[in-house]
């Protein structure tokens, strides 16, 4: 009883006993993204899922999405990887003044 099943659930949905391990994209590891080409350079993407993360060189783990998506596809015409990332960490154009 090591609580597997449980721990695949969204982070929303976990009993409060169970530790999540969520992040804002879903399950993962957290400030470990690496770039994913299943489905080629114009489908690639980012992921921190630790299937994607276990046995990536850490020079190409990064701490990142944004900075994965800049890293490995900032030449995709789809815009794939930077449509994934969450709405607040998409570029707008604007230079950010943001507070971190």
């Known amino acids: 009883e090591t609580g597997t099943c449980i721990s695949q659930l969204d982070g929303d949905r976990q009993p409060s006993g169970q530790p999540s391990l969520g992040t804002a994209s879903g399950l993962g590891l957290p400030n470990q993204f690496v770039a994913v080409f299943a489905n080629g350079y114009e489908g690639g993407y980012c992921s ?3 299937a994607d993360v276990i046995g990536t060189p850490e020079a190409q783990i ?3 999405e ?3 998506c ?3 596809f900032a030449d995709q015409t789809t815009g794939t990887c930077i449509s994934k990332l969450d709405g607040d960490r998409q570029p707008s154009g604007q230079p950010s003044l ?3």
Do not use: D, I, L, V
């Open 48 to 50: 921190n899922f630790k």
């Open 62 to 64: 990064y701490e990142t």
């Open 66 to 68: 944004f900075e994965c």
């Open 70 to 72: 800049t890293e490995n």
């Open 98 to 100: 943001g507070t971190a």
